[in-house]
């Protein structure tokens, strides 16, 4: 079956630090890709997505690459705000499935210190 | 937020006891879901729903039902609540015409 692995945290990075968050994923066919991030407290927010290999995602300085050769989609971020700290989900749906479900990562937090 | 609403949005009940939850909707989206968070699991899908009393399995089922009478409501139901059911609980609903999903604000649920 379908699943994502994303790099085990927690993360903590400095003010201005470069981000970098490993998803690699194993599914049949073309999956859509994900980034979701849920800030303290609250739901998650979709940060980005990508539908095909070598689509690019980017939302709020966030960037993520469909990678179909390597089965990856790496978030990076040139420099993180302590805004930023938050937990963040690598997902995965497959286009035109029966019922578009969602696989995702375990999530990463990501504490940036100022 | 794709006018999505959840209720309660804490709720705290004894083991053994029946829980809903639930999920409206106000953009009459087909496809709703449910979900739960656990530690070091993610987001695991319990039901879903592709259209009026259209209702299908996930993957974390067992010890959970849901109903859809109408478009705007998902309803998620702990028939008889157990402490392995605390979690935080997301509804979320599919855009039309895309793979993409949205989530509710979540609904944190202890049984004690």
């Known amino acids: 079956g379908d699943s994502v692995t994303q790099m085990e945290g927690p993360v903590t990075l400095s003010e201005e630090a470069f981000l970098t968050i490993n998803c690699t994923y194993t599914a049949t066919g073309y999956p859509s890709l994900f980034w979701y991030v849920q800030y303290p407290g609250e739901g998650l927010q979709l940060l980005l997505k990508a539908t095909k290999a070598d689509d690019k995602g980017s939302n709020k300085g966030f960037e993520a690459t469909y990678r179909k050769e390597t089965t990856s989609f790496h978030l990076e971020k040139g420099s993180v705000q302590v805004s930023d700290s938050a937990v963040y989900f690598c997902?995965?749906?497959?286009?035109?499935?029966?019922?578009?479900?969602?696989?995702f990562g375990k999530g990463t937090l990501l504490t940036v210190n100022p | 937020d794709a006018g999505i609403t959840q209720s309660p949005r804490h709720k705290v009940t004894e083991t053994g006891t029946p829980v809903t939850l639930r999920c409206h909707q106000t953009?009459?989206?087909?496809?709703m879901y449910w979900y739960r968070q656990d530690p070091g699991h993610g987001l695991r899908l319990i039901h879903y729903?592709?259209?009026?009393?259209?209702?299908d399995k996930g993957e974390v089922s067992d010890g959970y039902s849901v109903s859809r009478s109408k478009t705007e409501d998902f309803l998620l139901t702990l028939e008889s609540a157990t402490s392995s059911q605390t979690s935080v609980y997301f509804c979320a609903i599919k855009i039309g015409g895309t793979d993409t999903q949205y989530f509710g604000p979540g609904t944190r649920l202890t049984v004690l």
């Open positions: 953009e009459n989206h087909r496809y």
């Open positions: 997902a995965l749906s497959h286009s035109g499935g029966s019922n578009y479900k969602l696989t």
């Open positions: 729903s592709y259209g009026v009393k259209d209702t």
